[in-house]
């Protein structure tokens, strides 16, 4: 595979000094465990892939957008006694966040993408804290498992190591999911208390409490060829969408 441009762990300084970039976008995933059959990685590795390969579709149609290497770990506060679930507090990620858009702040680089793989991230208010600190940028967020209806490509529902997960890494990484037989059945828990189960109350998940595991969703029917499907259908749009971003003009946002 040749070196790709847009990478920037793959680029170098000499191809550096000749380019510039309008938007960098930072994927974010996390470390832990994905019912008993994926890696430990598998936030990490879809969102590397899911943003390369969007990049990939957005610079070839002439956007100049770079991808930086994904931050592997994310917040895992209902998960202290899962074992090596790696937790990173929201104040750590607002620091990390802040010292990154410094440096592209500093180089020009005014469009930011948060490239969000892990459901337990929560970046809305410190994107907000960042806006007033780094008025001159345009700082933005997107939740990949939102950009398109999951519904259309696969038929059991859930938010982790569930039939979508599972899908995409068998597509993705094969050789790291589990035979069959050692997959989970994801089943969980709802909370007792209607108000959190109906969605419009909150009060984070005790992952040990509500999964037996760590899977929430049936993966039984996930193929690769269902992960291949939700990825390019996944990537296509989020092309355009990086595409349209690199082209706004930050002056002229709004109609």
Not at 4 to 31: G, H, S
Not at 80 to 89: F, S
Not at 187 to 195: D, E, L, W
Request: net charge negative; glycine share 6%.
């Amino acid at each position: 595979m040749s070196i790709r441009p847009y990478i920037l762990a793959e680029t170098n300084w000499k191809a550096l000094q000749q380019e510039r970039f309008d938007l960098a976008v930072l994927p974010w995933a996390a470390t832990e465990a994905h019912n008993f059959h994926l890696p430990y990685a598998t936030d990490i590795i879809e969102g590397d892939a899911l943003a390369a390969e969007s990049a990939r579709i957005a610079w070839e149609q002439g956007a100049k957008v770079v991808v930086l290497p994904t931050i592997p770990f994310g917040v895992n506060t209902g998960q202290p006694d899962i074992y090596l679930d790696i937790n990173l507090n929201p104040s750590t990620q607002l620091a990390i966040l802040s010292d990154i858009a410094t440096v592209l702040n500093r180089q020009g680089i005014r469009k930011l993408l948060v490239f969000n793989s892990h459901g337990g991230n929560n970046f809305k208010p410190l994107l907000r804290e960042l806006g007033l600190k780094f008025p001159e940028m345009f700082i933005s967020l997107s939740n990949w498992p939102s950009v398109v209806d999951k519904s259309a490509y696969f038929q059991e529902g859930g938010d982790h190591a569930d039939e979508m997960e599972t899908s995409l890494v068998l597509y993705l990484k094969p050789e790291l999911v589990l035979d069959r037989s050692d997959w989970g059945t994801g089943r969980s828990k709802q909370h007792r208390i209607k108000a959190f189960s109906e969605g419009w109350a909150w009060a984070e998940r005790k992952w040990s409490e509500i999964s037996e595991d760590t899977g929430v969703g049936n993966p039984e029917f996930a193929s690769r060829e269902k992960g291949e499907r939700f990825f390019k259908a996944v990537t296509e749009k989020m092309g355009l969408f990086l595409l349209e971003l690199c082209k706004a003009d930050l002056d002229d946002l709004y109609e």
